[in-house]
């Protein structure tokens, strides 16, 4: 996948790009270092929508908008391991190893961004105080003419582990289309503090309106709301095309219906091997009555071993909402599953490895409803076409 790196520079020289080619030391493997349109335009580069933190902090700088009581910094660092790579990258966190007092805070603010419609702001954050919930605090607001309005917040857990959080960005009706996102770390009880940690990673602003939670499509190549489990054997893998086994995965999408549409999939070849599992884990989401889960899914090679989803509550209770097996023929297929829980709940997707390559699995438009689940459809995919009709979305 290309990523868009833009820097600000004058331009003196000509230069020339070549292909380069690499061996991996750790396995000998060929790779290859690729770069495309290069282009340069008059005045400062626009800000960048997405940042993972890796390398810098994309023009997110400290600043008190004018509060001198702001008397703790974020900083850029790995407290932890980061959220998108689990070990290796970097997150801004708040620097709390210096003496703290009730009230302390820090202030990261953004560069101005421009719109005049909707936009999405999606982020992950850890923010956790060992033993003792409530004792810090995140908020997150939305910033114009230095004045900042509140959009979200959060109190810390005990569980040191990254959750998703997104804001919505409404300029239909406004005058000023500029705006910035302010990060707000709050201590709120200096003298129950252990092991405290308030983090931030892997932020992007997308266009439209917010989904909702579980919602997810992968056509921004992001997994939403969803994250890869540290407790398996493999990762869910997103994918365009066909996959690279014969005769088994999707060759197009269920979103758009063809090769260019984004969709996730397990890679059962080597060296995955019998039994190997993935795992894709949701974020937290409220105590529901009569809720509605969907996704598309699509099980077809010789193979081809098994799909489970289920449910955990947060009092620790498992609960399997369905369990698929073999063969389901080559055409993307949809599933509705209804979920009731009285407390806050995570929905759980396990692809398992059957033996053999001809069994990759592959998954599309997750879907969530507080409104009971309508009737669940399949759609037939022709070897001969790349055409798919629309899916139908569960009951709204």
């Known amino acids: 996948m290309y990523r868009l790196i833009p820097e600000s520079a004058k331009i003196q020289k000509k230069f020339i790009v070549r292909q380069i080619s690499y061996i991996n030391q750790s396995d000998g493997n060929l790779g290859e270092i690729a770069i495309d349109d290069i282009f340069a335009n008059d005045g400062k580069c626009q800000p960048q929508r997405e ?63 421009r719109t005049n419609s909707y936009e999405c702001v999606q982020f992950w954050y850890i923010l956790s105080n060992a033993f003792t919930p409530n004792a810090l605090s995140l908020q997150v607001y939305e ?70 939670l579980l919602e997810c499509d992968f056509e921004e ?13 493999l990762d869910w ?3 365009q095309g066909e996959t690279d086994s014969y005769d088994t995965g999707p060759h197009i999408d269920a979103t758009l219906g063809t090769d260019e549409g984004v969709y996730l999939f397990l890679e059962s070849s080597s060296p995955a091997k019998l039994d190997d599992n993935a795992i894709l884990i949701s974020d937290y989401v409220d105590a529901v009555d009569n809720g509605c889960f969907g996704l598309w899914y699509f099980l077809h090679g010789l193979d081809v071993y098994k799909l489970n989803i289920y449910m955990n509550n947060s009092v620790g209770s498992n609960t399997t909402l369905a369990v698929i097996v073999g063969e389901q023929g080559f055409a993307w297929q949809h599933i509705l599953v209804n979920i009731t829980s009285a407390s806050q709940f995570r929905i759980y997707i396990e692809g398992i490895v059957g033996n053999g390559y001809r069994g990759d699995i592959a998954l599309d438009d997750l879907s969530y409803s507080t409104s009971p689940c309508g009737a669940a459809t399949s759609v037939s995919v022709s070897t001969r076409s790349t055409t ?5 979305n569960p009951v709204d």
């Open 51 to 113: 940042c993972d933190f890796n390398v810098d902090t994309c023009e997110y700088e400290n600043n008190n908008l004018g509060d001198s009581s702001v008397d703790l910094r974020w900083i850029l660092g790995k407290p932890v391991s980061d959220h998108s790579s689990f070990s290796n990258g970097s997150l801004v966190y708040v620097d709390l190893s210096t003496s703290l007092r009730q009230n302390s805070m820090a202030r990261l603010v953004g560069p101005k961004f």
């Open 143 to 212: 910033v114009q003419n230095s004045v900042a309005s509140s959009k979200w917040s959060m109190m810390s857990t005990t569980l040191a582990e990254w959750r998703h959080g997104q804001i919505q960005i409404d300029h239909t009706a406004v005058s000023n289309y500029d705006y910035s996102i302010m990060f707000e770390g709050q201590v709120l009880s200096s003298t129950q503090l252990n092991n405290p940690l308030i983090g931030v990673d892997d932020l992007k602003i997308l266009p439209g309106k917010c989904p909702t």
């Open 221 to 233: 190549y992001s997994l939403c709301a969803w994250s890869q489990s540290k407790d398996d054997k």
């Open 237 to 239: 893998l997103l994918n």
């Open 388 to 392: 798919i009709a629309y899916p139908a």
